[in-house]
């Protein structure tokens, strides 16, 4: 999906429309994964660019689609450009070692939260 929103109609207020689009996302997004996973791949990824217009659009993480449809909201734009690509992907094993550094850093957050 490669799109730029369109936030002014005439008679359609600006919150519907806000929400209006958020919704057409998450559809788009739910149409996306439901789709069939080549043998390779262990679920679907998405390559994400946000901004007031395609020259200007910055890459996100999908999950940060929401928060900055709500951004473009609370700067009152009139339109907004979201461009979402799925492509197929692999999860990689973490290492013992990423793993052991998570372990100490819960074990010091958990220490610090009884002082």
């Known amino acids: 999906m490669k799109k730029t929103f369109k936030l002014s109609h005439p008679t359609i207020k600006y919150p519907r429309l806000v929400e209006a689009t958020k919704n057409e996302v998450k559809k788009y997004l ?3 994964r439901n789709k069939a996973l080549p043998e390779y791949a262990d679920f679907w990824g998405f390559d994400c ?3 007031q ?3 200007l ?7 940060q689609i929401n928060e900055k449809i709500s951004f473009a909201e609370s700067q009152e734009w009139t339109e907004f450009y979201l461009e979402i690509l799925a492509a197929p992907a692999q999860r990689t094993k973490r290492d013992a070692a990423d793993e ?5 850093d819960l074990e010091n957050a958990e220490s610090d939260d009884e002082l």
């Open 30 to 32: 739910k149409r996306e």
């Open 49 to 51: 660019r946000f901004g």
């Open 53 to 55: 217009t395609e020259a």
């Open 57 to 63: 659009a910055e890459e996100i993480h999908v999950a």
């Open 100 to 104: 052991q550094e998570e372990d100490e």
